[in-house]
């Protein structure tokens, strides 16, 4: 995938308002996709993302706001623990940046960590066996994914060191009890990998209802099959090299069709 904005965490990229303009808009319209999506809780769930240079700082959602309210300027800039670093109208929710900061202090390639409490990825991280590989979405995450137990609401900063330790080197983790959480290195790859993670465990639900006996893939086909989607398979005759470049830009013309006013 071709990053359409600054590797948030590059410490050496010039901060400039234009790269700051850039990471605001390319958030601010994961947000809408979110709520376009229908993978929101109301006001609750947070998307973060890094900003470029040493200080650490990250913009969130202003606490309070549906998602579809978002925008690039009313995105408050915030410090590793959660505090504003500028003067805002808004407020924000530290106890909500919890799992976020535990997780951007820990992976530097995690410049943007999404969270979400939808109906079939709270189903999928109540089943013991977690998730299935049943369908080609689902295999994506094969052998990529972290599960971290439930310690209750995410209002001990204790908690912390469990959830990165199980996290690991995951692109995902699925947070039993809770819900799901993608990471990516800008704010349209987090959005991808967790619009399929969620397509994946909607499928699981839809399966699992039917009251059939599961069909699963041998496990070396699995494999494959999460090499291929990564882009780390090298054995395959044909590459798909543009597909999430591809699929971020025809998002992003959904998003300027539907709420043009994200960018303002």
């Known amino acids: 995938m071709t990053d359409p904005t600054p590797r948030a965490g590059d410490q050496t990229a010039e901060i400039t308002p234009d790269v700051e303009l850039r990471l605001r808009r390319e ?19 947070h998307i973060s993302a890094r900003i470029p240079g040493p200080e650490h700082h990250f913009l969130i959602n202003p606490y309070g706001l549906l998602f579809e309210e978002i925008t690039a300027s009313n995105l408050v800039k915030i410090d590793l623990t959660g505090r504003p670093v500028e003067q805002s109208p808004h407020p924000v929710n530290p106890a909500g940046f919890v799992i976020h900061s535990a997780v951007h202090a820990a992976r530097p390639d995690a410049h943007c960590v999404l969270h979400t409490h939808t109906k079939a990825g709270c189903a999928v991280a109540a089943q013991e066996h977690g998730l299935l590989p049943l369908n080609q979405i689902s295999m994506e995450f094969y052998g990529k994914i972290g599960y971290h137990d439930y310690e209750g609401v995410a209002l001990n900063l204790a908690e912390q060191e469990r959830l990165v330790v199980d996290l690991g080197d995951h692109p995902a983790m699925i947070l039993r009890n809770h819900g799901l959480l993608t990471v990516g290195g800008t704010p349209a790859e987090a959005f991808l990998r967790m619009y399929y993670l969620d397509k994946a465990c909607e499928i699981q639900t ?3 209802a039917g009251g059939a006996k599961l069909v699963t893939p041998h496990p070396d086909i699995c494999e494959l099959t999460a090499r291929q989607l990564s882009g780390e398979d090298d054995r395959s005759d044909l590459q798909d090299e543009k597909a999430y470049e591809l699929a971020w830009s025809a998002l992003l013309r959904l998003v300027e069709r539907i709420a043009p006013d994200y960018q303002s």
Request: hydrophobic residues 70%; aromatic residues 14%; without cysteine.
């Open 206 to 208: 839809v399966a699992m």
């Open 27 to 45: 958030l601010a319209a994961v947000y809408r996709l979110v709520a376009h999506f229908r993978m929101t809780d109301l006001i609750f769930t």
